[in-house]
């Protein structure tokens, strides 16, 4: 599974975060998980699953999915199982609420660390270049940014250089 990079200009905890993503025709399996001094992370205790904004503002585990047409979606996971997506037109433009909701959210603590794997319904069936990133709140509040990759300069996972996979359509599959 790719380990994120934390970006440089953000401390964080002693941590390790990885993620993978995986296509099954329109579906996107995602899932990612979290060692190291997870003592120091903010988590959540989980509950049930509902749909709320700004989940970035707090430890968070995302996926932008980038279309053949330059639009994308964002689909924001926190280990509480709340969740958001959201469609755009293009680079932070025409931003609204994608009727699109996880068919499955489920986080686990297996040996210490932290796991959250969700399934989605992305509906295109080209070719996808998706962004795995996190967002993680320590106990005194900061936040650290990581991704796949990080184009030069603050973070910012709506760039499409943060859009490192790319995962082949679905077409005739």
């Known amino acids: 599974m790719p380990e994120l990079i934390r970006h440089p200009d953000f401390p964080a905890p002693d941590l390790t975060v990885e993620a993978e993503a995986v296509r099954q025709g329109r579906g996107l399996r995602l899932r990612y998980v979290l060692r190291g001094a997870l003592g120091r992370v903010l988590v959540p205790a989980p509950r049930e699953p509902e749909r709320a904004d700004e989940l970035w503002r707090h430890t968070c585990l ?35 609420n994608a009727t699109v909701e996880p068919w499955e959210i489920q986080v686990e603590r297996p040996g210490g660390a932290l796991e959250l794997s969700a399934i989605v319904d992305v509906p295109d069936d080209g070719p996808w270049r998706v962004g795995l990133t996190t967002v993680v709140e320590d106990i005194e509040g900061a936040r650290s940014w990581w991704a796949l990759q990080h184009p030069p300069g603050k973070p910012d996972f709506h760039n499409a250089d ?12």
């Open 62 to 96: 995302e996926a932008f999915v980038g279309l053949p047409d330059g639009g994308y979606y964002e689909f924001n996971f926190a280990p509480s199982l709340s969740w958001a997506s959201y469609h755009f037109d293009g680079y932070r433009q025409g931003m609204c």
């Open 162 to 173: 943060c859009f490192a996979l790319e995962l082949p359509g679905s077409r005739g599959a």
